[in-house]
């Protein structure tokens, strides 16, 4: 099972504002970084076998604070950036107020039938092809990390609220109903026959259920997905009891 952390970038000046899409040069404001220093933090003792970024500064900056800090202050792999997961191409809209793109006829397309959706002018992108690209991408890094590689992912929002919907079987044009807050934790683990979404839109508390188990409980747990005959790709019926911590 390949586990995935995706972590939205952290908040520059302009987020909220503008739609930056793939506008150069905009980095992490003071709260953006303080949002980085905390969820690098938070996953500090969570070993990665890859830290996947998109090229745009907000993320790399973000990348780079997570991938600074590593379990026992062990080095964590170098940040590599992979276009496929940056932000969509949103042509002539790039850099445009929000207020105003709100009353563009496009906008209401946008919101009720993202899938069919391709915005304005030659750099314009289909959100379609923008989840198409981003899934390829994760796909592409679980194969080329294993089953048992936990890798962690820095994106933005449209681009893992559309990974997201693909990993829970829901068509693009539901998208609206994930929400991803920046520099807020969403974790899926994809087994050999389904995607499991574990967390969406986390934005604080324990990670101890993303920490590796000791060598006993991992040969438990090994020996009882033999015997269940592939337990690991299986659903639970009736939730299961889930991670209990002790205080």
């Not at 745009?56 to 800090?69: P, W």
């Not at 015997?227 to 009891?241: F, I, P, Q, R």
Request: proline share 6%; hydrophobic share 45%.
């Amino acid at each position: 099972m390949t586990t995935v952390l995706l972590v939205r970038h952290g908040l520059t000046a302009l987020t909220g504002k503008l739609l930056l899409g793939w506008t150069p040069g905009v980095g992490l404001d003071e709260r953006g970084l303080a949002q980085a220093k905390a969820v690098a933090g938070r996953l500090a003792k969570v070993p990665l076998d890859a830290v996947v970024s998109s090229p745009l500064d907000r993320c790399a900056q973000t990348a780079a604070e997570i991938a600074a800090v590593g379990p026992d202050g062990a080095a964590r792999p170098a940040v590599a950036l992979d276009d496929r997961i940056g932000e969509c191409h949103y042509g002539d809209w790039t850099g445009q107020e929000l207020a105003t793109l709100a009353k563009d006829p496009l906008w209401k397309v946008v919101q009720a039938h993202p899938s069919a959706v391709t915005f304005p002018g030659p750099q314009g992108e289909a959100l379609r092809d923008t989840q198409a690209r981003g899934v390829a991408a994760v796909r592409d890094w679980n194969a080329r990390l294993g089953p048992d590689a936990t890798w962690l992912l820095c994106s933005h929002g449209d681009v893992i609220r559309a990974i997201v919907t693909d990993a829970l079987g829901m068509h693009l044009d539901m998208y609206h109903r994930v929400n991803v807050d920046p520099c807020s934790l969403t974790v899926i683990r994809y087994t050999e026959t389904r995607p499991f979404v574990l967390r969406v839109n986390d934005l604080g508390g324990t990670v101890d259920d993303l920490l590796p188990k000791p060598k006993e409980a991992a040969a438990e747990d090994e020996a009882g997905t033999e015997a269940a005959d592939g337990a690991a790709s299986e659903s639970v019926v009736g939730g299961g009891a889930g991670v209990f911590t002790p205080a």
